[in-house]
């Protein structure tokens, strides 16, 4: 079992940063992969970054890439998402997931999911 509870949302704007935080609990956080994915409202949940649990490797969202960086410190079971240069369309709620399936910029490939952290972003 992993319970994962996302922080550092806020209201920001244009061209402005924030850093997101995934916080889990359990001891095999470093089993999984994490991944964050964005729903606005009235869209569905999309992919945003995710990361493999040696943290080797990346993948972004081209909507992201070259923007937003994800990391994972496994000696503090904590998953990052900095988000540069934001854009009113990053607008939307933040969830981070663990993932044990192998295409982890797939939704159905997250076990466990946090409650979310919104993010907004004026123009």
């Known amino acids: 079992q992993v319970q994962l509870v996302e922080s550092g949302g806020g209201l920001v704007q244009a061209g402005g940063s924030l850093r997101l935080s995934c916080a889990a609990s359990?001891?095999?956080?470093?089993?999984?992969?994490m991944g964050w994915f964005r729903q606005a409202p009235g869209k569905e949940r999309e992919f945003v970054a995710a990361?493999?649990?040696?943290?080797?490797?990346?993948y972004y969202a081209d909507s992201v890439k070259g923007r937003f960086t994800i990391s994972r410190d496994n000696a503090k079971n904590t998953v990052y998402l900095q988000m540069n240069n934001l854009k009113p369309e990053d607008t939307a709620d933040y969830y981070c997931?663990?993932?044990?399936?192998?295409?982890?910029?797939?939704?159905?490939?997250?076990?466990?999911w946090g409650q979310g952290t919104q993010v907004t972003v004026s123009s």
């Open positions: 359990g001891r095999t956080f470093s089993s999984y992969a």
């Open positions: 997931g663990a993932a044990l399936g192998a295409t982890i910029t797939n939704v159905y490939a997250y076990n466990y």
């Open positions: 990361i493999w649990w040696s943290g080797g490797s990346t």
